[in-house]
């Protein structure tokens, strides 16, 4: 029977990702939220908004590109899920295109603030909110301990950087 001080060794990669994907989903959500344009009851312009995406768009591309160069080829080497073609890699290709298509509107709405439309922020957002929120919580689920289990031994575990 493993302590739960082990257990903690073994979901520590499960638990490092949790706190970065609740992050994500918290900013969504709020950018969500504020896209019919209550921002402007909150304090905000439209321009600060706009830097709220932006800086969800910038976020998410960095935890991704930090994932895929430097965690995922390791998991890989055992793990058929975080290979090249597999699901992680097509679920930040298509979170990627949506987030592609928001920065697109972004720099629109930034060059012609008049032009911002609530209807076409939120569209946008709901092309691709699924796939996210399905892959954040899915990546846990395949680093949880449990699962992790079935890969790699303790000691190799913890010499996975995170």
Known sequence: MSSSRDEAKWNRLAEAMTYFHNHFKHEFNAI?????GSFAK????????????????????????????????????????FKDDEVHLKSHEAIHHGLDELTALIRKWSEEPSKYSPEEMRACLDS???????????????????????????EELERIPI
């Open 32 to 36: 969500y939220e504020l896209a019919d």
């Open 42 to 81: 909150r304090g905000m312009s439209l321009p600060m908004y706009l830097r709220l995406a932006s800086q969800l768009a910038r976020g998410l591309t960095t935890h991704h590109t930090i994932e895929e160069r430097y965690i995922f080829p390791i998991l890989a080497k055992r793990m058929t899920s």
């Open 128 to 154: 691709w909110r699924e796939v996210l929120f399905k892959h954040l919580d899915q990546e846990v689920q395949d680093l949880s301990g449990e699962n992790m289990k079935k890969y790699w031994t303790l």
